[in-house]
């Protein structure tokens, strides 16, 4: 099956690392995007630490949001979705 195949799972999909909010949120505690969260973990996966692969990962989506790295449409798509939506929390959590 083709990687791009699973984007949609993978954006709908949330996969937290632990219990706590982002940005020191409580009620409810926040979490990243679910497609964020899913390629951060599948960069931690291959041996990266959590904060490496938090850096990577915010970095890929914007690559692939802005037209880079081969990617297909749906990737595309799921990347600049996801930025939109780390970037609205991010604002209110500031």
Do not use: C
């Amino acid at each position: 099956m083709e990687k791009s195949a699973e984007t949609p799972s993978l954006a709908a999909h949330h996969a937290p690392i632990g219990r706590a909010g982002i940005w020191h949120s409580k009620n409810p505690p926040l979490q990243f995007p679910a497609y964020y969260q899913n390629v951060r973990n599948a960069l931690i996966r291959a041996g990266h630490s959590e904060s490496e692969a938090h850096a990577i990962a915010l970095n890929a989506l914007r690559r692939w949001a802005a037209g880079g790295g081969h990617v297909h449409d749906e990737v595309r798509q799921a990347a600049r979705n996801a930025l939109a939506e780390y970037e609205q929390e991010r604002e209110h959590h500031q």
